[in-house]
């Protein structure tokens, strides 16, 4: 996502290292590391940490934020979700052909276009990348653990409720009482996908803590 605000702290880069150490042995060209959780919990910070730890090792990765994959654009998103309901959000609102297009082209070192959302506009540009020579794709968001071609699935434990600084500072969203009924359901929907999570994190919600 263009113009997004990350707060890179000490916790990202120690929980980095954790990620790096663990996937030592694992990791090996075209692999696939998904990073899931609640909104505000630190997954596109952990992608942005771990993707620099990477590259002092050498390995090339590139980072894809499934934010950007949504079905319906940002600016009419929340009509949509008013006059569906509210058990129309969950993972099908994003576009899981495009998706695995992308990987897909990732697999084959091809080129290729996606969505990037500009959360300044709030309109939906599009971005071509070439993936060949690109080792490793970091791919965090809501629903990422749901991604069946992850070689590793990263989890981090904070839920919407802990995370409200970090959503204030995002500024992506006015917290109203609908929008607190969608962290409720994104909330549900996330929880039953973390099962599958070969690591976990449980951030403190400030700033500046963290534990394992």
């Known amino acids: 996502m263009l113009n997004d605000k990350i707060t890179v702290t000490k916790k990202h880069h120690d929980a980095a290292e954790v990620v790096v150490e663990e996937l030592t042995k694992l990791l090996q060209p075209k692999y696939i590391i998904a990073i899931g959780g609640e ?3 630190g997954k596109s910070t952990l992608a942005y940490s771990l993707a620099q730890k990477l590259k002092k090792k050498g390995i090339v990765s590139k980072i894809i ?5 949504y079905k319906i654009a940002p600016k009419e998103r929340k009509a949509w979700r008013r006059h569906n309901g509210i058990e129309s959000v969950g993972p099908e609102e994003y576009d899981w052909n495009k998706i695995n297009h992308v990987i897909d082209d990732f697999y084959h070192d091809r080129e290729s276009t996606m969505p990037c959302v500009d959360l300044i506009t709030d309109e939906v540009d599009t971005i071509t990348t070439n993936f060949l020579g690109i080792d490793v794709l970091i791919i965090n968001g809501l629903y990422a653990t749901k991604i069946n071609q992850a070689n590793f699935k990263i989890f981090i434990e904070l839920t919407y409720d802990e995370t409200k600084e970090a959503q204030l500072y995002s ?3 006015e917290i109203t009482a609908f929008r607190k009924q969608i962290l ?7 929880q039953e996908l973390k099962h599958s999570s070969n690591l976990f994190f449980d951030f403190d919600a400030t700033l500046d803590k963290y534990h394992l």
Do not use: I, N, P, T
């Open 184 to 190: 409720e359901r994104e909330h549900q929907m996330v």
């Open 65 to 69: 934020d499934l934010d950007d994959f």
């Open 171 to 173: 500024d992506k969203e």
């Open 39 to 41: 909104v505000g919990s």
